[in-house]
């Protein structure tokens, strides 16, 4: 075999195998480019074989789902800012009674006495307004009047025997020289002149009358807004009445008292027999107590107001028997220039004799007119009372608000001048009373 020979041949078949692969490349290019649209097409239509990135939106922006199940943001609304929200109110927690506390009274301490006891009657009930008084008329001729029809014959009223002057303001208010501050408040004193507040607060009263005097001491007074102030408007001007320490608007109500010309005392609650089964108050004085104790609260009730000539004494059957609890208690009164009222019958009482030894100003009460309410009860006493007052020149008679009580007092006032009697204030009788044997 020649080289020529087997160079021919080599030839001819390297180009028949060359055209055959050639096709069969060309074929599978075409086959690929197939396969590869027909796959485009495919995952175009169910987005499985290539993955796609996208941005997550909350839902409540506006992202929407198809009926397919995709998810399309093309329909979306932009997002709008958020709205800030009010800020929630601030809720203050309620008080246990719905209102303000007030703020504590100045008595009011580590050292204060217990809060005082509520008043058995008249808790709550507001002070009247005070009567608007009636300007007096001007004197004229009054016209001639037509006679009335005849009518019913009624029985007249007798007219108060008590003048117009018995109610008369009297003539000197609170006076701060016979006042000094103290622990609660303001203290009576004696003043750098030497006036003593018994006799500077006193009402008028003619000591030229020679007629045998009777005073009229009302007491309890303060508790009962209506009693009250029927007191202070029905009964003479001379009938002295006697508060309460534990009644609100004490001030208030004693300078009511004062405009309608009354005197007016302030109550002092002592230790009873039956004590604690009778407590006259959280400020009652006791004999258990030492007597730095019984001046503290002693001074809680005198600080109460102001403008009183005196104290009378509520309760006291033990404590008044005590000469060791009742001279700190006389000397701390003679001090200060006040008037002290026994509530103890003059004919038991011992009280008296230690007040005139000591020369403390005093009263004594000689008769209770309204233990028994009953009016028959009531006009029995008073005509007592009037025997005492002819036998021994005076006599003091006590009695209770009742509306009962008044109405007897009103009337027998009315006529004590025609039994030659007179009707005096508290201070008229001081020192004229004579002591228990």
Do not use: C
């Amino acid at each position: 075999m020649t080289y020529e020979a087997y160079g021919d041949d080599g030839e001819s078949g390297g180009g028949r195998g060359g055209l055959i692969t050639a096709w069969l490349l060309f074929i599978a290019l075409l086959l690929g480019v197939a396969a590869w649209l027909f796959a485009k097409a495919a995952d175009t239509s169910q987005h499985s074989a290539v993955p796609m990135v996208r941005m997550m939106l909350p839902e409540q922006v506006g992202e929407t789902t198809r009926s397919d199940g995709t998810t399309s943001m093309a329909e979306a609304a932009p997002a709008a800012p958020p709205v800030a929200a009010p800020p929630a109110p601030v809720v203050l927690p309620p008080t246990t009674t719905g209102k303000l506390v007030p703020k504590p009274p100045k008595d009011s301490g580590p050292d204060a006495p217990p809060a005082p006891r509520a008043a058995p009657r008249g808790e709550g009930v507001s002070i009247a307004p005070l009567p608007v008084p009636t300007p007096a008329p001007v004197a004229q001729t009054p016209a001639p009047q037509p006679a009335p029809a005849a009518g019913p014959q009624v029985a007249a009223v007798p007219a108060p025997d008590a003048s117009a002057a018995d109610h008369l303001p009297l003539p000197h208010g609170p006076n701060q020289a016979l006042l000094a501050s103290a622990t609660y408040g303001q203290l009576p004193i004696i003043g750098p002149d030497g006036a003593m507040p018994w006799k500077y607060y006193q009402k008028p009263f003619a000591e030229s009358d020679r007629r045998p005097r009777v005073a009229v001491v009302v007491t309890g007074l303060g508790l009962n807004a209506t009693l009250t102030q029927a007191a202070i408007s029905r009964l003479p001007g001379s009938v002295t009445l006697a508060f309460d320490p534990y009644a609100d608007g004490l001030n208030e109500w004693m300078s009511r008292a004062r405009a309608q010309g009354h005197e007016v005392l302030i109550g002092v609650p002592m230790e009873p027999l039956d004590y604690p089964e009778s407590d006259p108050g959280p400020a009652t004085l006791l004999t258990s107590l030492t007597n730095t104790d019984n001046k503290q609260r002693l001074e809680w009730t005198l600080a109460r107001a102001t403008g009183y000539v005196g104290v009378v004494g509520e309760a006291g059957s033990r404590f008044l028997t005590s000469p060791k609890d009742v001279l700190p208690l006389f000397d701390q009164l003679k001090q200060r220039g006040l008037l002290y009222v026994d509530n103890m019958p003059a004919s038991q009482s011992r009280i008296g004799r230690i007040a005139r030894d000591l020369g403390l100003a005093r009263a004594l009460d000689d008769l209770d007119i309204d233990t028994d309410p009953s009016a028959a009860a009531i006009n029995s006493k008073l005509l007592e009372v009037e025997k005492i007052a002819k036998a021994k020149g005076q006599a003091v008679a006590f009695a209770s608000p009742m509306p009962g009580t008044f109405k007897e007092l009103e009337s027998w006032t009315a006529h004590l001048s025609a039994q030659n009697l007179v009707l005096a204030p508290i201070t008229a009788v001081v020192n004229r009373q004579a002591d228990a044997p």
